[in-house]
């Protein structure tokens, strides 16, 4: 059986250019080459696929996701965050970071140990890139969709044996500054080499500084849970657009933030200051209906998820190929740039941007190839066809 693969006659989106009638050769998992198709013939005995009309991009890779298709990162053990990573390939996705709630520590621990086990070299799926901890240790006045009860001021015993226990893992970490202890917490997680991200929290312009100062680097949903941008008393949201330094994530689905305030946000950060993420839960891909999430029933309607008030949004349904086609559509930004917000700038957060996040000949061949309408053709996963749509050629 070969494991060559060439992508052949698509828009190529690399680092740099999109490459119209373009060729991505795959090799042993890695892409070997990728350029013009006049240029570059791919090797006899090569699986080929026709992506003539399409986009090839690098797989997307979700930074702040906590579950799809019926099942959650902590709910359902090991088994359902595998079933997840499988679920993930259908919108593009090859990697993401399992992101736990605010919950007891013993179910902390637990989802560590469940996202432990569920690693696998399966090229099946989404390969899981470690953990983004969101909470606990956030401002319960601005809880979100977190449960009350499972929200605490910073706990350095806990967070020490969170982090022994994923030994590497954990890569992001949501912190509200300005709890007690929490910028001394910032500095801790700084210096163990994880991204401490400002969230869930009303602290006003100058503790946003003081975090920024402690080595706080990323903003957690951007406008979403945070003080946000008055021209008086500018919080946490002002900080975040105001300052250099800070990476913003952005739920893209226009229901979450304002498509023009995206635009804004876009304005203000530029392609190094922002990542899209989904934020998405179980109801991730199941369709409209009524479902229970957690303690709370919430109801499906197209982008919308909300609790059973229909208005209270209570979580994100949001795909990181639709997030891409968003970005795209509410802020103008190129295609090279949304590769850049929905894959490099992720990787480069989960610590693997040398080898994942574009396409660039070495680095391994996780990509999504797109129509048009940013729908998912193929997703392509260590260089292997891990999804095809029904229909699809090849
Ligand atoms: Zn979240």
Same mark, same amino acid.
């Given at each position: 059986?070969?494991?060559?693969?060439a992508i052949k006659g698509g828009a190529v989106v690399t680092a740099n250019e999109v490459i119209e009638n373009g060729v991505v050769l795959?090799?042993?998992?890695?892409i070997?080459a990728a350029g013009s198709a006049?240029a570059i013939?791919?090797?006899?005995?090569?699986?080929?696929i026709?992506a003539a009309?399409r986009v090839v991009m690098p797989?997307?890779?979700?930074?702040?996701?906590?579950?799809?298709?019926?099942?959650?990162?902590?709910?359902?053990?090991?088994?359902?965050?595998?079933?997840?990573?499988?679920?993930?390939?259908?919108?593009?996705?090859?990697?993401?970071?399992?992101?736990?709630?605010?919950?007891?520590?013993?179910?902390?621990?637990?989802?560590?140990?469940?996202?432990?086990?569920?690693?696998?070299?399966?090229?099946?799926?989404?390969? /899981?890139?470690?953990?983004? /901890?969101?909470?606990?240790?956030?401002?319960?006045?601005?809880?979100?969709?977190?449960?009350?009860?499972?929200?605490?001021?910073?706990?350095?015993?806990?967070?020490?044996?969170?982090?022994?226990?994923?030994?590497?893992?954990?890569?992001?970490?949501?912190?509200?500054?300005?709890?007690?202890?929490?910028?001394?917490? /910032?500095?801790?997680?700084?210096?163990?080499?994880?991204?401490?991200?400002?969230?869930?929290?009303?602290?006003?312009?100058?503790?946003?500084?003081?975090? /920024?100062?402690?080595?706080?680097?990323?903003?957690?949903?951007?406008?979403?849970?945070?003080?946000?941008?008055?021209?008086?008393?500018?919080?946490?949201?002002?900080?975040?657009?105001?300052?250099?330094?800070?990476?913003?994530?952005?739920?893209?689905?226009?229901?979450?933030?304002?498509?023009?305030?995206?635009?804004?946000?876009?304005?203000?950060?530029?392609?190094?200051?922002?990542?899209?993420?989904?934020?998405?839960?179980?109801?991730?891909?199941?369709?409209?209906?009524?479902?229970?999430?957690?303690?709370?029933?919430?109801?499906?309607?197209?982008?919308?998820?909300?609790?059973?008030?229909?208005?209270?949004?209570?979580?994100?349904?949001?795909?990181?190929?639709?997030?891409?086609?968003?970005?795209?559509?509410?802020?103008?930004?190129?295609l090279i740039?949304?590769a850049?917000?929905?894959?490099?700038?992720?990787?480069?957060?989960?610590?693997?941007?040398?080898?994942?996040?574009s396409i660039e000949s070495?680095?391994?061949?996780?990509l999504a190839i797109l129509?048009?309408?940013?729908?998912?053709?193929?997703?392509?996963?260590?260089?292997?066809?891990?999804?095809?749509?029904?229909?699809?050629?090849?």
């Amino acid at each position: 059986m070969s494991d060559r693969l060439a992508i052949k006659g698509g828009a190529v989106v690399t680092a740099n250019e999109v490459i119209e009638n373009g060729v991505v050769l795959c090799e042993d998992g890695r892409i070997k080459a990728a350029g013009s198709a006049d240029a570059i013939e791919p090797e006899p005995g090569s699986r080929i696929i026709d992506a003539a009309g399409r986009v090839v991009m690098p797989g997307f890779i979700d930074t702040h996701f906590h579950g799809s298709g019926g099942d959650d990162v902590m709910a359902n053990g090991a088994e359902g965050i595998r079933r997840i990573s499988r679920a993930l390939l259908k919108f593009g996705t090859t990697g993401y970071l399992a992101t736990t709630i605010a919950a007891r520590h013993e179910e902390l621990m637990r989802a560590v140990e469940d996202t432990i086990a569920a690693e696998e070299d399966d090229p099946s799926a989404a390969g /899981i890139l470690g953990l983004h /901890i969101e909470g606990p240790y956030i401002n319960p006045k601005f809880k979100g969709a977190q449960p009350e009860w499972g929200i605490r001021d910073p706990n350095f015993d806990e967070c020490n044996q969170l982090l022994d226990a994923a030994a590497g893992r954990i890569k992001i970490m949501t912190i509200a500054p300005e709890l007690p202890g929490g910028l001394e917490m /910032i500095r801790m997680l700084a210096d163990a080499g994880v991204a401490p991200s400002v969230g869930h929290s009303e602290a006003d312009y100058d503790t946003a500084l003081a975090a /920024i100062d402690a080595g706080a680097t990323r903003a957690t949903h951007l406008f979403n849970a945070m003080s946000g941008v008055h021209h008086r008393k500018p919080g946490l949201a002002a900080a975040v657009l105001n300052e250099p330094g800070i990476q913003a994530e952005m739920i893209c689905d226009g229901v979450h933030v304002n498509p023009r305030m995206v635009s804004l946000a876009w304005k203000a950060k530029g392609r190094d200051g922002m990542a899209l993420i989904t934020d998405a839960t179980a109801a991730q891909g199941v369709g409209d209906g009524l479902f229970m999430l957690g303690d709370f029933r919430i109801q499906v309607r197209g982008p919308l998820c909300t609790l059973m008030d229909g208005v209270t949004i209570a979580g994100s349904v949001l795909t990181m190929n639709r997030a891409a086609a968003n970005a795209v559509s509410f802020t103008g930004m190129s295609l090279i740039d949304a590769a850049h917000l929905a894959s490099l700038a992720p990787a480069e957060a989960c610590g693997v941007a040398h080898r994942k996040g574009s396409i660039e000949s070495g680095k391994d061949a996780d990509l999504a190839i797109l129509n048009p309408d940013f729908s998912v053709s193929h997703t392509i996963r260590d260089g292997v066809v891990a999804y095809q749509v029904n229909g699809a050629s090849q």
